[in-house]
């Protein structure tokens, strides 16, 4: 069996392989080639944590054939212990015989699918000539996420925000390094918003991060951080504003606070939701369709996303002789 580090994964697979990856894999799960039960979940009590398991197998295409499961462990309080807040696996077995194959390291493995699954939103949704992006969140993940729109939009400004500046100022000097723009901390959420076109929202909010007013037409949101009914990153005027797409209707009607709040509050009709971006890529679906429209892609994360992303680099691995192998035998 194979084992997949951090460091193997950096070398073997890129940004935009894992957007053009997540377009096959969105459109095989959109025609209902891959078996995607709902995320399971188990909360730790005392510590803030919770450990998530998301099972998948990829029937079609053959390129993405697949099985697997990753395993996340999300504690918020881990940076007070000197942590990371994310820990994850992700095991890849044979679907023919069960066999496994590999045990990749899915802390990476996510940031690179979830920002890559932003910049198949981006493709689709936003204005091609939006070219002013915020991030609210530095985090993790939002490294990723700069590093997926840049490819997919031709960006002048990136603006960022967090409620605690130095994440914030450590992002900025990360990214200076890398992407010759314009790179901003913003004082506010709102004024962030107010001063861009494509909005994304990474954090681990309970409540709203920006006021939907703040918004300007033909803005795109695209809301990543939230995938508990009860949590939600914007608030319900920016789902009044916005035509609605999301990655699953299923999970999103389970798990989005974003949307299940106003829906229960009676801001928000579930029959209002565009669809599925898959239905989007398939044509049927609309897609954006002005450049005054404000359009909000709700992005839960879903576990053919990361199969396809492993069987590619389990692929690119075996090709290129990457990774260790070990016989548990």
């Known amino acids: 069996m194979l084992i997949l580090t951090r460091r193997h994964l ?62 996340v462990t999300v504690y918020e309080s881990n940076p007070d212990r000197g942590l990371p807040t994310i820990f994850g696996i992700y095991v890849l077995n044979q679907p023919e015989t069960g066999k496994p194959l590999a045990i990749l390291e899915a802390s990476y493995l996510t940031g690179l699918r979830t920002a890559a699954v932003t910049g198949l939103g981006l493709r689709f949704l936003a204005r091609s000539d939006a070219d002013r992006l915020g991030i609210i969140g530095s985090g993790y993940q939002a490294y990723f996420q700069a590093l997926a729109s840049d490819l997919e939009q031709n960006l002048n400004e990136i603006r960022l ?65 939230a995938y508990k009914p009860d949590a939600r990153e914007v608030d319900s005027v920016t789902v009044q504003r916005a035509n609605i797409w999301v990655d699953s209707l ?17 801001k928000l009709n579930k029959r209002a939701i565009m669809g599925e971006l898959g239905g989007v890529l398939e044509g049927e679906t609309p897609s954006r369709s002005s450049k005054q429209e404000i359009t909000l892609f709700e992005s839960v994360g879903l576990a053919f996303e990361d ?19 070990v016989n548990f035998n």
């Open 307 to 325: 199969t396809a992303l492993a069987k590619v680099a389990y692929d690119r691995a075996s090709e290129s002789q990457e990774g260790v192998e």
């Open 161 to 225: 925000y967090d409620k605690e500046t130095t994440k914030a100022l450590d992002l900025q000097n990360r990214l200076s390094k890398q992407l010759q723009k314009k790179i901003i901390v913003s004082n506010s959420p709102n004024e962030l918003v107010e001063k861009s076109e494509i909005i994304i929202t990474v954090t681990n909010a309970s409540d709203p991060v920006f006021s939907g007013d703040r918004l300007s037409q033909g803005d795109t949101i695209i809301a990543v951080g």
């Open 10 to 71: 950096k070398r073997i697979i890129g940004m935009e392989e894992s957007i053009d990856t997540m377009e096959k894999a969105f459109r095989a799960f959109y025609r209902g080639n891959t078996k995607t039960p709902l995320r399971q979940k188990i909360s730790v009590p005392g510590n803030g944590g919770n450990a998530l398991y998301m099972p998948c197998l990829i029937e079609q295409p053959d390129l993405l054939r697949a099985l697997g499961i990753k395993v």
């Open 250 to 266: 299923e999970t999103s009607l389970e798990e989005a606070g974003d949307l299940i709040i106003p829906i229960e509050k009676g």
